[in-house]
């Protein structure tokens, strides 16, 4: 059997088989198995982000009866929470992913490529990595759109994407058309994403960090192209 063809094919599959299940898995768990996962306590001790107190600002009475505390970190927790839940009820992550991958420009398309270390919080049990590319990806959307946009988005998505096949959420507001706690929550959760690096609120290399290389060199490129055309 081991001098066939097919011996030779099978041997092979599963020594690749246990290479990548040494790579993929067991070598990032060792890696990480002594640092503590964050929790809910750890993630909003920095703070609020700055869109949750917008909510609060812009929709007093539905936030009050939403979060009748304010905009605590008790409430943006809870907020956060129940942000992902809703998440992974409605799909969303079926077509939006929450992984920037090195590929396809997509660092210049999301921002940062994400690390291993960026997962390592309760809410990214289980890891929303997607299934396809049909919308942009999440996981950088902290601050790139602001709370309006999202609000837009969320009640009809071709009012702001004109070409979009996402659905209506209208569930998510009141009978006044107004966000209703789902509604902020889920635009909390997907403001926050991403809130955590050095270049938020400037994915695209505007902020302090400045530009990267490839970034500069993408714009360089956009703009030649334009001139000589």
């Given at each position: 059997m081991f001098e066939s063809k097919a011996g030779v094919v099978l041997i092979a599959g599963l020594f690749m088989f246990a290479?990548?299940?040494?790579?993929?898995?067991?070598?990032?768990?060792?890696?990480y198995i002594d640092q503590p996962e964050q929790s809910m306590?750890?993630?909003?001790?920095?703070?609020?982000?700055?869109?949750?107190?917008?909510?609060?600002?812009?929709?007093p009475e539905q936030f009050k009866q939403?979060?009748?505390?304010?905009?605590?970190r008790e409430a943006?927790?809870?907020?956060?929470?129940?942000?992902?839940?809703?998440?992974?009820?409605?799909?969303?992550?079926?077509?939006?992913?929450?992984?920037?991958?090195?590929?396809?420009?997509e660092d210049l398309r999301f921002g940062p490529v994400s690390h291993a270390r960026?997962?390592?919080?309760?809410?990214?049990r289980p890891v929303l990595f997607g299934t396809r590319r049909v919308g942009p990806d999440l996981f950088r959307e902290a601050a790139r759109h602001s709370n309006d946009?999202?609000?837009?988005h969320f009640y009809q998505p071709t009012l702001v994407a004109p070409t979009s096949v996402m659905p209506s959420y209208q569930w998510f507001y009141?009978?006044?058309?107004?966000?209703?706690?789902d509604g902020m929550s889920i635009i909390t959760y997907v403001?926050?994403?991403?809130?955590?690096?050095?270049?938020?609120?400037?994915f695209q290399g505007e902020g302090p960090m400045g530009p990267t290389d490839r970034q500069k060199n993408a714009v360089a490129l956009v703009h030649g192209e334009r001139e000589g055309s």
């Amino acid at each position: 059997m081991f001098e066939s063809k097919a011996g030779v094919v099978l041997i092979a599959g599963l020594f690749m088989f246990a290479l990548a299940f040494v790579v993929m898995g067991l070598l990032p768990w060792l890696i990480y198995i002594d640092q503590p996962e964050q929790s809910m306590a750890d993630l909003v001790a920095d703070g609020v982000t700055p869109e949750f107190f917008d909510l609060a600002e812009r929709f007093p009475e539905q936030f009050k009866q939403s979060f009748p505390d304010g905009p605590t970190r008790e409430a943006f927790a809870s907020a956060l929470k129940r942000g992902r839940d809703i998440f992974i009820a409605e799909g969303c992550w079926h077509c939006h992913s929450e992984q920037v991958r090195p590929v396809s420009n997509e660092d210049l398309r999301f921002g940062p490529v994400s690390h291993a270390r960026e997962y390592h919080n309760v809410l990214q049990r289980p890891v929303l990595f997607g299934t396809r590319r049909v919308g942009p990806d999440l996981f950088r959307e902290a601050a790139r759109h602001s709370n309006d946009w999202h609000v837009a988005h969320f009640y009809q998505p071709t009012l702001v994407a004109p070409t979009s096949v996402m659905p209506s959420y209208q569930w998510f507001y009141d009978e006044h058309d107004y966000p209703n706690r789902d509604g902020m929550s889920i635009i909390t959760y997907v403001q926050w994403l991403g809130s955590w690096l050095p270049e938020y609120p400037y994915f695209q290399g505007e902020g302090p960090m400045g530009p990267t290389d490839r970034q500069k060199n993408a714009v360089a490129l956009v703009h030649g192209e334009r001139e000589g055309s």
